[in-house]
């Protein structure tokens, strides 16, 4: 027996023991250091778990019909004396069967938001636009409850100065509104009508309402409302540079995506419209 062959018999054993150990070792001390550099926060994420994001689809369509409705008070009141106030207020039930209306027949409410959006994002089969002019409280106790309760947004116009008054929502409303989806919009400081005030004073009334409000809800202010709905070129112009992407008016008509941003008709509802006139304005009749 050559002197190799003894060497290995004599030591058999141990090199069997030392492969063994190296065989475990080579298993054990990756998985532990795996182990050791593993966030044992961050649960562990199958390949079968893992969703791809989409990107926001586009609209393919070159137009669409956006009407946007134009509210002031939602409450039950007639007073013979009060016209105007009369005239501006449709009842509580009557704006919840709208509403109603609107999902029953295939409508899908957005804010402007999501109008200005178009085309880089697919807008609803029918959208639809509720807007609320000078926030009223009424707006908060009354329509915000409806709309809520439906899974609805719209749209609120908020006179900056009036807020605290007794018969305008408050900061708190504004806030809680906001935060459950409701966009808030601008209706000026002191709802002047800005034909007829200094450049100074346009800039002021569209500026300060603007950061206001900003610094109430946290987000910016995008969307406007002419007091009374009047407006010209550059008054139209001064909203546009203040950082506004949209302005309403009150002039009677159904708009458009492809309807100027700055000059935006809308429907007005009144106490008087029952569902059938109600879904006639609708479609531009």
């Given at each position: 027996m050559t002197p190799a062959k003894k060497f290995f018999k004599k030591n058999q054993t141990a090199f069997l023991l030392t492969g063994i150990i190296i065989l475990f070792l080579a298993i054990f001390i990756p998985v532990k250091l795996k182990e050791g550099h593993r966030d044992t926060n961050t649960p562990v994420v199958l390949t079968s778990e893992i969703k791809i994001s989409q990107s926001i689809e586009p609209d393919a369509r070159a137009e669409v019909v956006v009407p946007i409705l134009m509210y002031h008070h939602i409450r039950n009141y007639n007073d013979p004396k009060d016209t105007i106030g009369t005239n501006l207020s449709v009842p509580i039930e009557n704006f919840d069967a709208q509403i109603k209306y609107l999902k029953e027949n295939g409508y899908s409410t957005i804010t402007f938001a999501d109008f200005v959006a178009f085309p880089g994002k697919k807008l609803p089969e029918k959208?639809?636009?509720?807007?609320?002019?000078?926030?009223?409280?009424?707006?908060?106790?009354?329509?915000?409850?409806?709309?809520?309760?439906?899974?609805?947004?719209?749209?609120?116009?908020?006179?900056?100065?009036?807020?605290?008054?007794?018969?305008?929502?408050?900061?708190?409303?504004?806030?809680?509104?906001?935060?459950?989806?409701?966009?808030?919009?601008?209706?000026?400081?002191?709802?002047?009508?800005?034909?007829?005030?200094?450049?100074?004073?346009?800039?002021?009334?569209?500026?300060?309402?603007?950061?206001?409000?900003?610094?109430?809800?946290?987000?910016?202010?995008?969307?406007?409302?002419?007091?009374?709905?009047?407006?010209?070129?550059?008054?139209?112009?001064?909203?546009?540079?203040?950082?506004?992407?949209?302005?309403?008016?009150?002039?009677?008509?159904?708009?458009?995506?492809?309807?100027?941003?700055?000059?935006?008709?809308?429907?007005?509802?009144?106490?008087?419209?029952?569902?059938?006139?109600?879904?006639?304005?609708?479609?531009?009749?």
């Open positions: 959208p639809v636009i509720v807007t609320f002019d000078d926030g009223y409280d009424d707006a908060y106790t009354n329509a915000y409850r409806v709309l809520k309760n439906n899974g609805d947004v719209a749209v609120f116009y908020i006179i900056s100065s009036f807020m605290g008054r007794d018969d305008i929502v408050t900061v708190s409303q504004i806030k809680e509104m906001s935060d459950n989806g409701m966009e808030i919009g601008s209706h000026t400081v002191d709802h002047p009508d800005l034909t007829t005030i200094s450049a100074t004073k346009l800039k002021s009334e569209l500026t300060k309402s603007k950061t206001a409000i900003e610094a109430i809800i946290g987000k910016s202010v995008i969307s406007f409302c002419y007091p009374s709905g009047k407006n010209n070129s550059l008054v139209d112009t001064a909203t546009k540079d203040v950082g506004y992407t949209t302005a309403t008016t009150t002039v009677s008509g159904v708009s458009t995506t492809s309807s100027d941003k700055f000059a935006l008709p809308r429907i007005r509802i009144t106490a008087t419209d029952n569902l059938t006139t109600f879904a006639n304005k609708l479609a531009g009749k």
